[in-house]
């Protein structure tokens, strides 16, 4: 404790804090519903708060279920390159898709939905899976003078990490709070994600440094 992160240039990005990524979910992630309180915690230092909502139509190319004879996990290959493929989570208006309802982040002021593209999915915040469709969301953060963003939320090395990647390759500064994340950790996905996170000059903190 405690830098001052009020600045006006700088935004919290909450990744997918939503129940289907909570234990019980669709696409549960060891923990997930641990980053809450942690997120609780911290959300009051900053004032300029950005989430992020995972929002999938049910017949969404990344569901193992809308691709016969695949299961959960495998990987195939899209127009745009490997994509591994999920079980059914977040599809767009279910509970599975709801924010969790305990984070108090009544101050956030946009939620960015993402991938709502039937044929393309998007772990990244910032850009589709495609890598050419953004979500408008570098746009507005340069729009709203934002330089610097920390990041937290589901999943460390999914939708987390592309996130970061993604705020660095927009010119941003990134910063992972690490404890306000949990990671799926699917072949070593884990331990890439922070070795590249770490290449692209993104920042990795805890906590208790904020
Ligand atoms: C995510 C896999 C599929 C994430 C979203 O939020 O990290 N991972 N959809
Ligand atoms: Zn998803």
Same mark, same amino acid.
């Given at each position: ?18 129940? %289907?990524?909570?234990?019980? %979910?669709?696409? =549960? ?14 959300? =009051? ?9 995972? $929002? ?7 569901? *193992?279920?809308?691709?016969? %004879?695949?299961? =959960? ?7 745009? %390159?490997?994509?591994?493929? $999920? =079980? ?12 969790? +309802? ?5 101050? *956030? ?28 969301? +570098? ?22 990490? $592309?996130?970061?990647?993604? +705020? ?14 949990? +990671? ?9 994600? $922070? ?16």
């Amino acid at each position: 404790m405690t830098a001052l992160l009020i600045d006006s240039n700088t935004c919290l990005l909450i990744v997918d804090a939503q129940y %289907g990524f909570m234990p019980g %979910g669709g696409l =549960p992630v060891a923990g997930g519903d641990a980053i809450v309180p942690v997120i609780n915690r911290i959300a =009051p230092r900053f004032a300029n708060i950005v989430l992020t909502q995972d $929002w999938h139509p049910a017949d969404h190319v990344s569901f *193992a279920i809308n691709h016969p %004879g695949k299961q =959960p996990y495998e990987t195939i290959t899209l127009p745009y %390159g490997e994509q591994v493929l $999920w =079980p059914k989570h977040c599809v767009q208006g279910t509970p599975d898709a709801a924010l969790h +309802a305990e984070l108090q982040v009544a101050h *956030a002021q946009l939620i960015i939905r993402k991938g709502f593209h039937q044929h393309v999915d998007s772990y990244s915040a910032f850009v589709e899976a495609d890598r050419r469709t953004s979500t408008g969301l +570098a746009a507005y953060l340069q729009a709203r003078g934002i330089q610097h963003l920390y990041l937290c939320g589901l999943a460390t090395d999914y939708c987390v990490a $592309w996130s970061a990647l993604d +705020a660095r390759a927009a010119g941003f500064e990134a910063t992972v709070i690490e404890d306000a994340c949990r +990671a799926i950790d699917l072949n070593g996905s884990l331990a890439k994600a $922070w070795a590249d996170m770490a290449a692209a000059g993104v920042e990795r903190i805890t906590s208790d440094q904020i």
